[in-house]
């Protein structure tokens, strides 16, 4: 009690000084008690590996879970038990369908005047089935694509050689990422005949990143494919030297409906047991790694905090629900499907989370709360100071299925795991295991576990609109 009282001085002693100027940089103050139990969860998640155990099991067990195959149903079998192992409540499955997408044959070979050399593809979520043998138009960015006259690409394969940038928070993968969701449709309206990617990743080896086209059908797509960035290179080469001719060839397996779900946990709060904070990963994964950056990470990470907090002498006030999606990769279908099957439960969630970003040390907090709530979120930052991590702005996206909550007027938080290297792994074969550190996937439990007890804990509204400014002059 005597800390608060100090904190709370400390606090109004800082706000009072700070007055004069600019806005008060409030800190909502943390009772004794709370601090101590946030201290105690990250001395316990720094000495566990409880979420290593976690990701191990899944990609050891049940390996690559491509959205609405068999693997992935597997998975979700493997996640009730592991829930229910855990001490979770109310554990469920929450099933949906979706269009199932499985590529099967993916072949590119160069044919030039004097040679013919295979090219390292992999056909892109989505695309049609293709058989074509024509030029190549290579084009440096999606944008010179978008620009180029029709009569320019009619019948060819257009090629866009644009590379990622690499960063910390994922930007150059996001801007990147463009030419993934849109080629097929700009090539088709173009009259292109296929259209073939460099790679939306980082990585220099010999094999092609995948992901999917999100492209918006009905409208003609073009069949897809990454090609590795070597192969982008070398593509680039021949070009220089003239014209150049690729055999592609795609054949894909697709359903109209295939079983996917959510995999539903929770730790039932002991005096509000109806407000939601909400967290989780995604349980699918692509297939050529076993998905353990992407996301087995954010399953195990998620999961081993919400246990770590069900292991407090009491448990905190709200409710905590573990959400493990499915079917993210091929057009976030499990967070759409959530959003859908709890419309009367949305105004009750009083923040969400999702971990998909690898599992590499965190080192920023950003929020998306009301600004009134801003003094809550600089709380939890402070709480989270001790692990290296970072304030960070009021912009927080919140991470792929629950960001379609935001909109709605869920609350998000984000804590940004270091991405400098994650998109040399991510959607290829070397997303495995060995890609996660032990030390690092417990400083993310550790963060975890520190902003969902708080949120769970403390009587904190992260809606909270603007405060009544305080009198500047009196
Ligand atoms: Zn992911």
Same mark, same amino acid.
């Given at each position: 009690m005597r800390t608060y009282l100090i904190a709370a001085a400390l606090v109004l002693i800082v706000a009072t000084a700070a007055a004069q100027t600019a806005p008060p940089p409030v800190v909502a103050p943390i009772p004794a008690p709370v601090q101590a139990s946030v201290e105690r969860l990250q001395k316990a998640a720094l000495a566990s590996d409880a979420a290593y155990d976690i990701v191990e099991g899944l990609t050891t067990e049940i390996g690559p879970r491509l959205a609405g195959s068999e693997a992935e149903a597997k998975a979700r079998e493997w996640a009730v038990a592991m829930l229910r192992r855990n001490g979770f409540q109310n554990v469920r499955i929450e099933p949906f369908t979706i269009p199932y997408w499985e590529r099967k044959v993916e072949r590119a070979t160069v044919i030039t005047s004097n040679s013919r050399q295979n090219l390292v593809v992999v056909a892109l979520g989505g695309s049609p089935a293709a058989n074509v043998e024509a030029e190549v138009a290579r084009f440096a960015s999606m944008a010179a694509l978008t620009d180029a006259a029709p009569e320019s690409v009619r019948g060819k394969i257009v090629f866009i050689d644009e590379p990622t940038i690499r960063t910390q928070d994922g930007a150059g993968y996001g801007a990147g990422v463009a030419k993934r969701g849109q080629c097929g449709t700009v090539a088709a309206a173009k009259g292109a005949a296929a259209c073939i990617i460099r790679s939306v990743g980082t990585h220099s080896h010999r094999f092609a990143h995948?992901?999917?086209?999100? /492209?918006?059908?009905? #409208? @003609? $797509?073009?069949?897809? #494919? /990454?090609?590795?960035? @070597? +192969? #982008? +290179?070398?593509?680039?080469?021949?070009?220089?030297?003239? @014209?150049?001719?690729v055999k592609l060839e795609i054949a894909v397996e697709t359903r109209a409906n295939a079983q996917s779900g959510n995999v539903v946990g929770e730790i039932v709060g002991r005096e509000r047991p109806d407000e939601i904070i909400l967290i989780g990963g995604h349980l699918d994964s692509w297939d050529q790694g076993t998905g353990a950056i992407d996301d087995g990470a954010g399953v195990a990470i998620t999961t081993a905090a919400a246990k770590l907090i069900r292991d407090l002498p009491r448990r905190p006030r709200r409710t905590i629900r573990v959400v493990l999606f499915g079917a993210e990769e091929t057009g976030v279908h499990g967070g759409a499907a959530y959003a859908r099957d709890h419309t009367g439960e949305l105004a009750k969630h009083v923040v969400a989370a999702e971990? +998909? $970003?690898? /599992?590499?040390?965190?080192?920023?907090?950003?929020?998306? $709360?009301?600004?009134?709530?801003?003094p809550y979120a600089r709380a939890i930052q402070r709480a989270l100071a001790p692990l290296r991590i970072n304030a960070g702005d009021n912009l927080a996206n919140g991470g792929p299925d629950v960001s379609g909550l935001r909109p709605l007027g869920v609350p998000m938080v984000e804590l940004s795991q270091n991405g400098w290297d994650y998109f040399d792994y991510h959607h290829t074969p070397d997303d495995t295991l060995d890609k996660i550190d032990r030390a690092e996937l417990r400083q993310n439990v550790a963060a975890y576990a520190t902003f969902v007890y708080l949120a769970a804990e403390m009587d904190w509204d992260f809606r909270k609109a603007a405060d009544t400014p305080a009198p500047t002059a009196r």
């Open positions: 995948q992901g999917g086209t999100s /492209a918006p059908r009905p #409208a @003609p $797509f073009a069949p897809s #494919a /990454a090609v590795s960035p @070597p +192969d #982008a +290179d070398q593509l680039t080469r021949l070009l220089a030297r003239g @014209p150049v001719r971990s +998909d $970003f690898g /599992a590499r040390e965190i080192y920023r907090m950003r929020s998306r $709360f009301g600004e009134g709530a801003l």
